[in-house]
């Protein structure tokens, strides 16, 4: 059975403080790994999708690494408006649908 | 109208109540999905349709019963729930059943009395 665990579970940072969220993972042959940020009263929106060990992906202030056991989503020099829930999810070989964490909710004070 | 729109936003019903939850997506895909997402929570799949068709449906209760008429309109009818079904229900697209990069609506917020 796939399994996502996503840490911390809540982050609060200055703003312009760099930090990392982490999301471990165990899936029987993994297809993609995907994040998404989830704002308050909204669906996820998707951010990356990495599909092999050293693929790395990056979108402004947001930078996406995989290894064979987890991601890490770095954030740098975070700014108020990068508060959401970010959730992690894998898709696996042998399961037909994605399998998401609990989510990081990342706070950034002004 | 672009990417994946839900209707209504938010619905409060009684046990007794029967309501719909609409999902429309001008993407496009192919296939369409319903997640249930309640508080500290991973997102729980509950069916899925591929070309119109259901494919999955993970266990989900019978009062929760799903239609999908065509690739663009996805419906959620709902009848005697519970207090615990209260949640944010989510619906989603993607290109193909096996295309896992997935593009959510905005969710209804349900609240049951």
């Known amino acids: 059975e796939d399994q996502v665990t996503q840490s911390p579970e809540a982050l609060r940072l200055q703003e312009g403080e760099s930090s990392s969220l982490n999301c471990s993972y165990t899936?029987?042959?993994?297809?993609?790994l995907f994040w998404y940020r989830q704002d308050p009263g909204k669906g996820p929106e998707f951010l990356f999708t990495l599909y092999s060990a050293g693929e790395e992906k990056e979108k402004e202030r947001l930078k996406a690494t995989l290894t064979k056991k987890e991601s890490f989503l770095h954030i740098t020099a975070p700014k108020p408006e990068d508060s959401a829930t970010y959730l992690c999810a894998v898709a696996s070989g042998s399961a037909r649908q994605l399998t998401f964490g609990s989510g990081t909710q990342l706070t950034v004070l002004p | 109208e672009t990417g994946v729109t839900q209707t209504p936003r938010h619905l409060v019903m009684g046990m007794t109540n029967k309501k719909s939850l609409k999902c429309e997506q001008h993407l496009g895909h192919n296939a369409m999905y319903w997640y249930k997402q309640s508080a500290k929570k991973p997102l729980e799949l509950m069916f899925v349709?591929?070309?119109?068709?259901?494919?999955e449906n993970n266990s989900v209760p019978s009062r929760f019963s799903p239609e999908c008429p065509n690739s663009s309109h996805l419906f959620l009818h709902l009848h005697t729930l519970q207090p615990e079904d209260s949640a944010l229900y989510l619906c989603?697209?993607?290109?193909?059943?096996?295309?896992?990069?997935?593009?959510f609506g905005p969710g209804t917020r349900l609240t049951v009395l």
């Open positions: 899936v029987s042959g993994l297809r993609g």
């Open positions: 349709y591929n070309f119109k068709e259901q494919t």
């Open positions: 989603a697209s993607s290109q193909q059943r096996n295309d896992n990069e997935q593009f």
